[in-house]
């Protein structure tokens, strides 16, 4: 081929690149606005919301037999501040709460699973709408996936942990603190959660998903969960939530960013889908949210 032949073709290759970009970006929000999408991603935000005080709970106490009360509460409230633009006032006095005793234990660990499994069943029945498979989810295969992703969580926060020792072994070693900090507090927990997003976006649907289409929305997700969270922070500062809600104000923020969450995740699993083939429009529209009998 010619270097006039190549020069011709690189235009039209991209053109047909973003052709297909848009159309793959166009019937995802189709996707995403036809079954519900934002409903969907108010119920999974709901429960994120939820959740997210008995998890740092229960993960404290659970740490606190390794590291100590003091150490687990700090790992704790650290590693939650990588994701939520909340105030480390709020979150430290979350945990301030920690169980004393293991009956309080055992209520915030069953209040986990209960709250935080519930968030991804929420999100494992909009996925399968998305594709158009709700209705072949058995109750068993339910309860596996909200378990199993849960368990995914507990193991992708002890890999943080491991990490964060490394980087503070690596900071130990050098003077570079500003790349520490990037790697600490933007590297490493964007890496675990598009590990997270990546294996949802696989396993959830009750059919095949290519990997590599799951990669593109788990790397979509992540950056734009990252995004919404450098965002909401800024409003936060600003004191946008301050004038509304008054002393609820870091309440509403975290109530804010998991619907943000919930809509970003979902919409990327619509484009998942749409990457490997679905379309708006596709089956029978009155019996997509319906289980079969």
């Known amino acids: 081929m010619t270097a006039d032949s190549l020069t011709d073709a690189l235009p039209r290759t991209v053109a047909r690149q973003a052709r297909g970009a848009f159309h793959s970006v166009w019937d995802a929000t189709m996707l995403f606005v036809d079954d519900q999408g934002l409903s969907w991603a108010g119920a999974i935000g709901l429960y994120l919301f939820l959740s997210v005080p008995p998890f740092m709970v229960a993960v404290t106490w659970m740490a606190g037999a ?18 939520l633009p909340a105030e480390q006032k709020l979150l430290q006095g979350v945990v301030g709460s920690a169980p004393g ?16 499994s519930r968030a ?19 109750f068993v295969r339910r ?3 909200r378990i199993g992703m849960l368990m995914v969580t507990v193991v992708l926060l002890a ?24 790697l600490d507090w933007q590297i490493l927990p964007s890496v675990l959660l598009a590990t997270f997003l990546l294996i949802a976006y696989k396993l959830l649907p009750r059919e095949p998903v290519s990997w590599w289409h799951a990669a593109i929305g788990a790397i979509g997700a992540t950056v ?31 109530a804010t960013w998991a619907l943000v969450v919930g809509v970003i995740v979902l919409w990327c699993a619509a484009l998942v889908a749409a990457l490997d083939g679905k379309r708006p429009g596709d089956g029978e529209r009155e019996t997509r949210f319906s289980r079969a009998e």
């Open 66 to 83: 390794f590291v100590g009360n003091s150490g687990a509460e700090s790992f704790v409230v650290e590693q939650v501040s990588k994701y």
């Open 159 to 182: 890999l943080a942990a491991m990490g964060e020792a490394l980087v503070r072994a690596i900071a130990g070693a050098t003077t570079g603190g500003d790349g520490m900090w990037l």
């Open 224 to 254: 734009g969960i990252r995004l919404a969270q450098a965002g909401l922070g800024v409003l936060a500062q600003a004191g946008t939530f301050r004038t509304p809600y008054g002393d609820l104000a870091g309440v509403a923020l975290i």
């Open 143 to 145: 309860q596996a996936l």
């Open 101 to 116: 005793n293991g009956a309080a234990a055992l209520a915030s660990v069953l209040l986990l699973l209960f709250s935080g």
């Open 120 to 138: 991804f069943a929420a999100m494992t029945s909009a996925v399968n709408v998305l594709w158009r498979r709700v209705d072949e989810l058995t």
